[in-house]
């Protein structure tokens, strides 16, 4: 019996109370969400003071329902709202999110979109397949005669960011200072920030903006074959990006780009390595590899929680929303739901069961949902065919930056 002595569920108010900064809880939240699921899959989270869901049908329906959007300014003033007024210390970060296509809702958000993807698909994903496999057969190379490795520094820090870097456009050199923006700015998304997260963030958002606002200048002036010259260019129905989308949508892409590949494929090595099953019988051939990469998309997704605004009176699994109210969706809790998997804490990369929701579904889908998936398509079984020894060396443990799910290093040896 599982001790979860942290979380307490009270079924006749739907009143969930549960810290969500407590390593037990963040460790190993799976077990909270099996808990969730057969008691109370809809419930009030008291400490965010804010709904949450975890059904599956309705965290899928939820994404597509058009009465709830990741804005709500363009509908209603913050005095309306009794929201408080942006805060002077994070002005450059809130720039950068004004334009993000994370935090906007149709007319805006479709004529973003369209731009960006014009651009995106301009880069044919596909193509990227053997400069993958060659960084990833490099960065091998340069540790497999140790016999020892920290895979996340060695190996799926720089992947993922190298990858979205050439893809843009920017010099990979920029790889470690990028990293570094990155990293403080997703302090913004963390439970219980503090005033320190928050000027690093702001700092780095200053930075990284001034940063791409160099590039945008050069490659207007000297136009590449790449991402970033396609987004200046892209013209839809007589439209353009403005300096300033330009600008969110470069750092949003780079930002969301890397950081959850990297915990993925941190997350996915463990869940394969902890499974005791065989990694050659997984990656057999490519259907199967596909299976797998799903499978641990499912059973340990990297983004836990996405958050929506109502926009008109709306009812949810018998919960009454009114305009402005908040509600979250975990997407990592509906991979969970045992109405729609087996045994759904179990890993069992020959499931074939609904689609995992780590993506998001509807009008937000992930828009880098391909280039993610054929990075771990390839990086995950080339691991596991170079070094079959592969084993955990030192105890696990995961990041405290719940909602993002995963570990500080993963120590390997074979
Ligand atoms: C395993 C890796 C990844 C996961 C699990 C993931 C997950 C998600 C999810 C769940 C959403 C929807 C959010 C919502 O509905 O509010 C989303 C949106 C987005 N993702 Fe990803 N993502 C990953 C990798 C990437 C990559 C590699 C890129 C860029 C190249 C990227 C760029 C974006 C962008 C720009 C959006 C916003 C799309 C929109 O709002 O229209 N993501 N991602």
Known sequence: MTDLSFLSIDKASRRVSLDGRNPAFYSDPNRVYAALHAECPTFYWVEQKQWFVTGYDTVNALLRDRRFGRQILHIATREELGMPEPADHTRHFDAAEAHSLLELEPPEHTRLRTLVNRAFVSRHVEKMKPEIEEL??????????????????????IIPVTMIARMIGI????????????????????????????????????????????????????????????????????????EDELISTTIVLLNAGHEATVHQIGNSVRVILESGLSPAEM???????ERTVEETLRICA?????????????????????????????????????????????????????????????????????????????VLPLLFQRLPGMRITAPLRVKDVYHFHGLEQLDLAW
């Open 171 to 242: 010099p990979e050199d920029m790889g470690p200072q990028l990293l570094k923006w990155s990293h403080d700015y997703v302090g913004m998304y963390m439970f219980k920030r503090t005033r320190a997260d928050e000027d690093a963030a702001n700092r780095s958002a200053k930075e990284f903006a001034e940063y791409v606002r160099g590039m945008i200048a050069e490659r207007r002036a000297n136009p590449q074959d790449d991402l970033l010259s396609h987004m200046i260019h892209t013209e839809h129905k007589g439209q353009y990006l403005t």
């Open 302 to 378: 990297p983004v836990h929680i996405f958050q929506r605004y109502c926009l008109e009176p709306a009812e949810i699994d018998g919960v009454s929303f009114k305009r402005g109210d908040k509600v979250s969706m975990i997407l990592a809790a509906a991979n969970l739901d045992p109405e729609k998997f087996t045994e759904p804490l179990t890993f069992r990369p020959e499931r074939d069961e609904a689609p995992n929701l780590s993506f998001g579904a509807g009008i937000h889908f992930c828009i880098g949902a391909p280039l993610a998936r054929l990075e771990l398509n390839i």
């Open 283 to 289: 990656f057999r051939d490519e259907k199967a590899t």
């Open 136 to 157: 990833a057969n490099r960065l091998i190379d340069a540790f497999e005669k140790d016999g020892k490795t920290e895979l996340l520094s060695s190996f799926a820090d």
